[in-house]
């Protein structure tokens, strides 16, 4: 379905993108940053081969692409179904939301030395940490999205006479949608941030302890192999919620190019 | 509109009831209703008897409380003075057979489904089997021309197509009385007039009684068997104004009977007094 003006975009794009690769080559080739700290993109996939020949690559990637993805899904059962039950109780809203607004701005990270007294260097802790950073998006989006459910909407259910359950799942839940999938992505993308945060604390496997060894033994070329399969991880994450994002919302007018 | 045998049958049936018109055996009565939101008296003294098949238009200058008399009849709101009674019980929440035709059908609708599904959703709610559905669906989309948009959104229809889906939807709750409130207002005049017959046809048909919020005074003449002149501050019937024009009505030739153009004069000149 996609049209010629967007494929010559998507070509301008991988352009783009090659047109960096080789400045960056061009700049590690003639030395203007030394070796140890800037290895050329030859090096960074010599040892991203290396590694997937080994099979280290795809242990890494999956201990990682694990952490983010059960972190997210069990905040996004969290966000969802509190902001849901807050979004559609003005009770709630008014009694619960002024806290939420205080614990929201607090950075995640600096609650890693309470997860680590609670539940030590595990993967716990890294779930704990990933969950509590990236629910706020999703819970707030979610809220929104059910306390702003058009009033219309709201007459209309009770004209029809619908349950408390159906005006819930029938009217709010599709109505909250598109506020939902946008707090579902935002929190995913402090997900994968946050893993990797948690890998470098406990540095028991991952992309993110890979990173921090490699750092630590002035191996440049191992850096830059991770951090280019977090950029590969969170493409192909957000790609997929694109899809998702196409599908469920597949009644919204297309957007005006 | 085809007229199929099972609409016939409907006819047949309702004949007695159609019979009843000219008795006007009251469907819905108001005595003494009012409403007030704190010391604002927005309503004030309303009396009238609707009776069964009865097509009430209502007009006056913005203001008159119009929407909110709908609102209370449709037992959305609750009047604060007198009662109002429909079927001879009182009405203090929506019942299942009066529909709202709302006049921001964009905002009534459903955007995430499509036209069947939002026709279906009022078949749900009554619990209408899954596999009788399907054929009702199809039934209320041919009534209102909608057949070959049934799988559209609401975003991918007109207007006038809205309009006509949020009709079908209030159709498919098997009404005996349609509430709407300036259903019209934000069509362009060609589809408003087509929209207006339509409306005229499905109400004979079936023999609802329609209780029609406007402020197009032509349009309250060429519906109505009665229209309710509402005056403002605080809102309360001036008039009650007998529409003895024959039906089926016509756009052109109703449009210039004599009666009519006595009756758009007297309506002007009541409107024109509160500019």
Not at chain 1, 4 to 17: E, K, Q, R, Y
Not at chain 1, 212 to 217: H, I, N, P, Q
Not at chain 1, 218 to 230: K, S
Not at chain 2, 140 to 159: F, I, Q, R, T
Request: aromatic share 8%.
């Amino acid at each position: 379905m996609m049209r010629p003006i967007n494929l010559l975009w998507l070509a301008a794009s991988f352009l783009v993108t090659l047109a960096l690769l080789a400045l960056w080559q061009w700049i590690a080739n003639h030395g203007y940053v030394s070796k140890v700290f800037l290895p050329g993109p030859d090096r960074a996939f010599a040892a991203l081969t290396r590694d997937y020949s080994s099979g280290k690559l795809f242990t890494e990637v999956g201990q990682t692409v694990l952490r983010m993805a059960l972190g997210w899904l069990v905040a996004s059962a969290i966000g969802i179904g509190l902001g849901a039950a807050i979004g559609i109780s003005p009770f709630a809203r008014t009694w619960i939301a002024p806290t939420f607004e205080f614990i929201r701005p607090l950075p995640a990270s600096a609650i890693a030395p309470v997860a680590i007294v609670f539940l030590g260097m595990t993967d716990n802790m890294i779930l704990l940490l990933i969950a509590f950073g990236s629910v706020w998006p999703m819970l707030l989006t979610t809220i929104h999205g059910f306390s702003n459910v058009h009033p219309r909407l709201d007459e209309v259910a009770r004209v029809l006479r619908l349950n408390r359950f159906e005006r819930v799942y029938k009217i709010a839940l599709p109505a909250a949608m598109p506020d939902i999938l946008g707090g579902l992505r935002l929190g995913l993308t402090i997900a994968l941030i946050l893993a990797v945060v948690g890998e470098m604390i406990t540095v028991q496997g991952g992309l993110g302890s890979r990173i921090l060894l490699a750092a630590r033994g002035f191996r440049a070329p191992d850096i830059f192999a991770g951090v280019i399969m977090l950029g590969l991880i969170g493409l192909a994450t957000n790609v997929a919620l694109t899809a998702l994002e196409r599908r469920l919302l597949r009644w919204q007018p297309a957007p005006a190019t | 509109m085809t007229a199929t045998l099972h609409q016939f049958e409907r006819n047949f049936e309702d004949a007695p009831r159609a019979a009843a018109k000219t008795g006007r055996k009251p469907l819905i009565s108001l005595k003494g209703v009012g409403l007030s939101f704190g010391s604002h008296e927005v309503l004030q003294d309303i009396n009238v008897d609707i009776g069964e098949g009865e097509f009430v238009c209502v007009i006056g200058p913005s203001g008159c409380g119009k929407t909110t008399l709908l609102r209370i009849l449709s037992g959305l709101i609750q009047a604060s003075r007198g009662t109002v009674s429909y079927r001879g019980k009182a009405q203090t929440e929506p019942a299942s057979d009066i529909a709202i035709v709302f006049q921001d059908y964009a905002n009534a609708l459903l955007p995430w489904r499509t036209a069947s599904q939002n026709i279906s959703l009022a078949l749900e709610a009554a619990a209408t089997p899954r596999a009788e559905r399907k054929d009702r669906i199809a039934h209320l989309l041919e009534k209102v021309g909608l057949s070959k948009h049934a799988d559209k959104y609401p975003s991918e229809m007109s207007g006038g197509m809205q309009q006509r889906l949020q009709i079908a939807r209030c159709l498919a709750q098997n009404p005996s009385v349609i509430l709407m409130d300036e259903p019209f207002g934000a069509l362009d005049a060609m589809t408003r007039q087509k929209l207006q017959d339509e409306i005229l046809a499905i109400v004979s048909e079936s023999n609802v009684t329609a209780f029609f919020v406007t402020h197009d005074l032509e349009e309250a003449i060429y519906l109505a068997d009665r229209v309710i002149a509402l005056e403002p501050n605080p809102g309360r019937i001036a008039e009650l104004i007998d529409v003895p024009l024959a039906r089926p009505r016509n756009q052109l030739t109703t449009r210039e009977e004599p009666e009519f153009l006595a009756l758009r004069r007297k309506l002007f000149d009541f409107v024109l007094r509160y500019e």
